[in-house]
């Protein structure tokens, strides 16, 4: 059976663009549940994450098997802290955010959420979580107390991503963060996606379509659309 990880690099091997919609547990409206996963299937998503910076409800389990019910596409847990594992995704993004110099981010979190990942059967991939300034202070900067990595720095943002795949991440993810009023650089996209030999995930900020295809241009290997679906679930109908 071939992993989520080893699909990652099957698809950049053969230049497969992937897309993933993230969700807020807290942003869910469970009135609507079933129609919003429709349009979920409706749609190219080739992968869903469940996760925020500061989940406040307990329902991501509930979520993870409504989802279940209704989509045969992998959930993989994108999340702020420990409490925001269920053993019921597929798999998790182990996210090191390397951008910041906060520990709790860095390893802490990590170190505490052993215990739980080891009851679990989830697939737990490694990634180097980097957080690009990008106009406005977004919830990840807010809840890491970290400041994101300056986007007129390209060479700065290239090194990081590097000291994260030297030190064993298996993935690199760009992100101006939720609710970015400016998505990340296509030239830093580029330059990055050039220089490493790991997946490149890109998300914050894409508001249409034409954002998702020029990330994908610049060399990003998965885009993660967010906001812009949780204000629109016929974002994919939408012209460009």
């Given at each position: 059976?071939?992993?989520?990880?080893?699909?990652f690099?099957?698809?950049r091997?053969?230049?497969?663009?992937?897309?993933?919609?993230?969700?807020?547990p807290d942003?869910i409206?469970?009135?609507?549940?079933?129609?919003?996963?429709?349009?979920i299937?409706?749609?190219?998503?080739?992968?869903?994450?469940?996760?925020?910076?500061?989940v406040?409800?307990?329902?991501?389990?509930?979520?993870i098997?409504?989802?279940?019910?209704?989509?045969?596409?992998?959930?993989?847990?994108?999340?702020?802290?420990?409490?925001q594992?269920?053993s019921?995704?597929?798999?998790?993004?182990?996210?090191?955010?390397?951008?910041?110099?906060n520990?709790?981010?860095?390893?802490?979190?990590?170190?505490?959420?052993?215990?739980?990942?080891?009851?679990?059967?989830?697939?737990?991939?490694?990634?180097?979580?980097?957080?690009?300034?990008?106009?406005?202070?977004?919830?990840?900067?807010?809840?890491?107390?970290t400041?994101?990595?300056?986007?007129d720095?390209?060479?700065?943002v290239?090194?990081?991503?590097q000291?994260g795949?030297?030190?064993?991440?298996?993935?690199?993810?760009?992100e101006?963060?939720?609710?970015?009023?400016?998505a990340v650089?296509?030239?830093m996209?580029?330059?990055?996606?050039?220089?490493?030999?790991?997946?490149?995930?890109?998300?914050g900020g894409?508001t249409?379509?034409?954002?998702?295809?020029n990330a994908?241009?610049?060399?990003a290997?998965?885009?993660?659309?967010?906001?812009?679906f949780?204000?629109?679930?016929?974002?994919?109908?939408?012209?460009?």
């Amino acid at each position: 059976m071939t992993t989520i990880y080893q699909n990652f690099l099957n698809s950049r091997i053969a230049n497969k663009k992937l897309l993933a919609i993230l969700l807020d547990p807290d942003k869910i409206d469970w009135n609507t549940i079933v129609t919003l996963i429709d349009k979920i299937k409706e749609s190219p998503a080739t992968h869903i994450f469940i996760g925020g910076s500061q989940v406040e409800n307990n329902c991501i389990t509930e979520l993870i098997l409504k989802i279940k019910e209704n989509s045969v596409l992998p959930i993989l847990l994108f999340p702020g802290n420990p409490s925001q594992i269920s053993s019921e995704a597929d798999g998790i993004l182990f996210l090191s955010l390397l951008s910041g110099r906060n520990p709790d981010y860095l390893i802490e979190h990590q170190v505490n959420a052993v215990p739980i990942l080891k009851q679990t059967n989830l697939e737990i991939i490694s990634t180097g979580y980097l957080l690009i300034e990008s106009g406005t202070k977004t919830a990840v900067e807010r809840v890491s107390n970290t400041k994101p990595l300056d986007r007129d720095n390209s060479n700065y943002v290239l090194q990081t991503a590097q000291a994260g795949e030297m030190l064993g991440n298996k993935l690199i993810y760009l992100e101006a963060g939720s609710g970015a009023k400016q998505a990340v650089p296509l030239e830093m996209i580029q330059l990055v996606a050039q220089n490493i030999k790991i997946p490149l995930l890109v998300g914050g900020g894409i508001t249409d379509l034409q954002g998702i295809q020029n990330a994908y241009q610049a060399g990003a290997d998965l885009v993660v659309i967010g906001t812009a679906f949780e204000n629109n679930s016929d974002f994919f109908n939408q012209n460009t």
